[in-house]
């Protein structure tokens, strides 16, 4: 039973912090045009999306997976983030661009 109060809390939690460095860095939806953009690289992002068997919540899920394609952004020079996949399964992919 311990178990899984525990489980189901940490389902909630984030453990992903945003690097002051990527405070800056912009997302922007699946496919968004990013003309005039230098492109910077691609990036791979996954979290656990389930914990002892439990789901974890898809919004906290996508969240992390966000934050860490800016936290990677940021260590690439890119001050903007496009998405290239739609969160599945704990995993996302982003490509990275500086725009002006």
Not at 23 to 43: D, F, W
């Amino acid at each position: 039973m311990v178990w899984i109060s525990l489980a189901a809390l940490a389902a909630g939690c984030s453990w992903v912090r945003l690097d002051e460095s990527a405070a800056t860095v912009r997302v922007l939806s699946l496919g968004a045009p990013v003309a005039g953009c230098q492109y910077k690289g691609e990036i791979s992002t996954s979290v656990t999306n389930r914990l002892a068997g439990i789901e974890r919540n898809s919004i906290k899920v996508a969240d992390e997976l966000e934050t860490l394609a800016r936290n990677e952004a940021a260590s690439l020079g890119a001050n903007t983030l496009r998405a290239e996949s739609e969160p599945v399964a704990g995993e996302q992919r982003f490509t990275a661009y500086v725009c002006p």
